[in-house]
Nanobody, 121 residues
Framework: QVQLVESGGGLVQAGGSLRLSCAAS????????MAWYRQAPGKQRELVAL???????NYADSVKGRFTISRDYAKNTVYLQMNSLKPEDTAVYYC???????????????WGQGTQVTVSS
């Protein structure tokens, strides 16, 4: 079983910054793509950013130029540096990962508990 634990959320004023972390633990052979999602009240969960095992990144248009995703392969951890935050970035942020528990067993990790990000105007 694999667990994803997010941290780093909080309350920040518009224009401020936060850095989110998500650590994967458990039976992990390797991790492929890692990603950050967010869900605002009354809205569907949306993909914010992803990073492949090779380090390629992709971002939602709404966060391009403001957010940066990175990962520490040795620590099985993914980060999201969020700058120039806007009130519309307010949401619960979740990470997700495609993993292998052995060379021939691939799966998508269960969602973690998320971390709340609130941006005040």
């Amino acid at each position: 079983q694999v667990q994803l634990v997010e941290s780093g959320g909080g309350l920040v004023q518009a224009g401020g910054s936060l850095r989110l972390s998500c650590a994967a633990s458990g039976r992990i052979f390797s991790i492929d793509t890692m990603a950050w999602y967010r869900q605002a009240p009354g809205k569907q969960r949306e993909l914010v950013a992803l990073i492949t095992s090779g380090g390629s990144t992709n971002y939602a248009d709404s966060v391009k130029g403001r957010f940066t995703i990175s990962r520490d392969y040795a620590k099985n951890t993914v980060y999201l540096q969020m700058n120039s935050l806007k009130p519309e970035d307010t949401a619960v942020y979740y990470c997700n990962a495609d993993l292998r528990s052995s060379w021939d067993t691939a799966f998508n990790a269960d969602w973690g508990q998320g971390t709340q990000v609130t941006v005040s105007s």
